[in-house]
C-alpha cells in the first residue's frame, strides 16, 4: 500500500513570519500571536513549532532580499577599512619599537643596588647553555636484604588432616 506524504510543517502565513521575525523570544512571540490571531485556534505546540523555525525564515527572508551587485560599495568599504587598519597597527608598531629603544636605553643608564650596572644584566649575544655532563649512575653490588636477629627460631611446618 503506497504511504501517504504528509506536510513536514504546517503552512504559516506571511503575517506570522513577519511576527516570528520581530519578537525577541519565545513569550513575547505567544502574547503578540495570541493579540494578533485571536480566531485562530492554534495550540502551544503548533506556536512554539513557529517559533523553532524562526531562523529557517530569517534565512528565507534574506535571501529573498535583492543582492548588491558584486564589487559594490562593500567590497570598497572593506578594502578602505583594512587598508586604515593596516596603516594604524604599522604606525603602533613604529611606536612601539621606539619605546622599547628608550626603555633600553634607560635600564642601561640605572644602577642596581648591588652597585653594578643594569646593563650587565643582559649580554649583547644570547646566552650560551653548557651542555649537562651525566655521569654514569653508580652501579652497586647487588646487596642481600639484611636480616633481622628473631628471638625464637622458626618453627617447623605441621601438616595435619
Known amino acids: 500500500m503506497p504511504r501517504v506524504q504528509k506536510r513536514k510543517y504546517e503552512k504559516i502565513d506571511e503575517a506570522e513570519i513577519e511576527l516570528v521575525i520581530q519578537c525577541n523570544d519565545s513569550h513575547e512571540f505567544y502574547e503578540k500571536y495570541r493579540e494578533t ?16 523555525r524562526k531562523s529557517e525564515f530569517i534565512k528565507k527572508q534574506q535571501g529573498s532580499l535583492p543582492d548588491q551587485d558584486a564589487g559594490t560599495a562593500s567590497n570598497q568599504e572593506l578594502v578602505a577599512i583594512l587598508s586604515a587598519q593596516n596603516k594604524i597597527l604599522s604606525d603602533m608598531s613604529g ?22 650596572p643594569a646593563a650587565a644584566l643582559r649580554s649583547p649575544e644570547p646566552p650560551r647553555h653548557d651542555p649537562i655532563k651525566h655521569e654514569p649512575p653508580k652501579t652497586s653490588e647487588q646487596k642481600e636484604p639484611v636480616k633481622k636477629p628473631h628471638d625464637k627460631p622458626p618453627a617447623d611446618i605441621m601438616i595435619g588432616s
Open 37 to 52: 490571531f485571536p480566531t485562530r485556534k492554534k495550540g502551544i505546540d503548533s506556536i512554539s513549532k513557529i517559533w523553532k
Open 95 to 116: 611606536l612601539m619599537k621606539e619605546q622599547l629603544k628608550i626603555s633600553r636605553d634607560i635600564l642601561a643608564g640605572l644602577q642596581r643596588p648591588d652597585g653594578k
